[in-house]
């Protein structure tokens, strides 16, 4: 007795001729044969000669191993087996439709969702802003934000964890399978608030600032580090703190309400919270300027949104530097140089 196929091992026959010999173009055609009923017609439709209709369909009904149309008086039928293979293809062709649009999408950066690093120090006054712009124009993204050091943010780049990462390049070197997109060179300012008797000063001595309250953030902080490295390359003597807080918040908090002077960066300053109510005095601190930048593997592409999303930290950060002296609140005027300040 001859042994009948089972249905399982019929379709597990097929599974494996169609990735090999199944054509797209093919499928077109039988979809545009059973909207129209007619070779003749879908020949029309799609540019081709009524032969290579012909061909496409006895193609497909060769890969499938049934037939699909019967021939009739006034043009074609499907078949039964045409009957209940039209609607899978039709969900693949709507699949097609949708994939296509989705990448789309992806494309102009409407929708999608992005992951990047940062230090916290960069992060508190430029991405807040930058993000705002993105969002306002793509609010079907999604951004995931990380803040670590910077060692701990390029190994991430490296695992490919994030797309890239605001640094500070004084604290890393980029190696060579990095592309370093520069955004700003960041400084290091005192910060008083807008009515102390200092803030409208144009030239102060450092013996004097010496004289005045301080919060400082604590010693075991790296933004300490930073101000104590900064001011011995300076050859002037840390200031003797009053408080030491180590959230920026209460450092700039005590700044605003308690009458005492701080530290802070440049772009903080800019735009931080408060900052209509905070200035940098005009003490030069210059030798702390160090580039911030938008760090990426050079092996990939950036995603379309982390394109546009780098694109407004430059614009962010350019209005930043183009800001004039004393013109909108919370830009930063240039203070006079070290020399000059010192002999205030």
């Known amino acids: 007795m001859p042994i009948v196929p089972t249905p399982t091992s019929a379709a597990d026959r097929l599974m494996q001729r169609l990735p090999r010999h199944l054509k797209m173009s093919e499928l077109r055609v039988f979809m545009i044969v059973?909207?129209?009923?007619?070779?003749?017609?879908?020949?029309?439709?799609?540019?081709?000669?009524?032969?290579?209709?012909?061909?496409?369909?006895?193609g497909l009904e060769d890969t499938l191993g049934v037939r699909l149309f019967d021939r009739i008086a006034n043009g074609v039928e499907p078949t039964v087996h045409g009957r209940a293979f039209a609607p899978r293809i039709a969900a693949v062709f709507d699949e097609l439709r949708r994939a296509a649009h989705e990448l789309t999408l992806v494309s102009s950066g409407a929708t999608g969702r992005l992951r990047l690093g940062t230090v916290p120090m960069p992060a508190i006054p430029l991405l807040p802003v930058a993000l705002?712009?993105?969002l306002g124009e793509q609010p079907g993204v999604q951004v995931s934000v990380l803040e670590e050091r910077e060692t701990e943010l390029v190994d991430r780049l490296?695992?490919?964890?994030?797309?890239?990462?605001?640094?500070?390049?004084?604290?890393?070197?980029?190696a060579g399978d990095l592309r370093v997109d520069t955004l700003y060179d960041e400084r290091l300012c005192v910060v008083a608030a807008r009515d102390h008797p200092l803030a409208a000063r144009t030239q102060i001595g450092w013996p004097e600032l010496l004289e005045q309250r301080w919060v400082l953030p604590p010693p075991d902080c790296l933004f300490h580090d930073h101000v104590q490295r900064t001011l011995h390359q300076l050859d002037l003597p840390m200031p003797r703190p009053s408080v030491e807080a180590i959230a920026i918040n209460v450092q700039f908090g005590m700044v605003l309400h308690a009458g005492?002077?701080?530290?802070?960066m440049r772009s903080q300053i800019s735009f931080a919270p408060g900052r209509d109510f905070l200035v940098p005095l005009a003490i030069d601190l210059s030798t702390s300027r160090s580039r911030v930048a938008a760090v990426s593997l050079k092996s990939h592409d950036p995603s379309p949104l982390a394109r546009q999303l780098i694109g407004h930290l430059r614009a962010v950060s350019a209005g930043q530097r183009g800001a004039a002296p004393g013109g909108v609140p919370g830009t930063v005027p240039e203070p006079a140089p070290q020399g000059a300040a010192a002999g205030g």
């Open 34 to 58: 059973l909207e129209h009923r007619s070779f003749r017609r879908a020949a029309a439709v799609l540019h081709l000669t009524q032969p290579a209709v012909t061909r496409a369909i006895a």
């Open 132 to 134: 705002e712009r993105l």
């Open 158 to 174: 490296r695992r490919r964890d994030i797309e890239f990462a605001i640094l500070r390049l004084a604290l890393v070197d980029p």
């Open 260 to 264: 005492v002077l701080g530290f802070g």
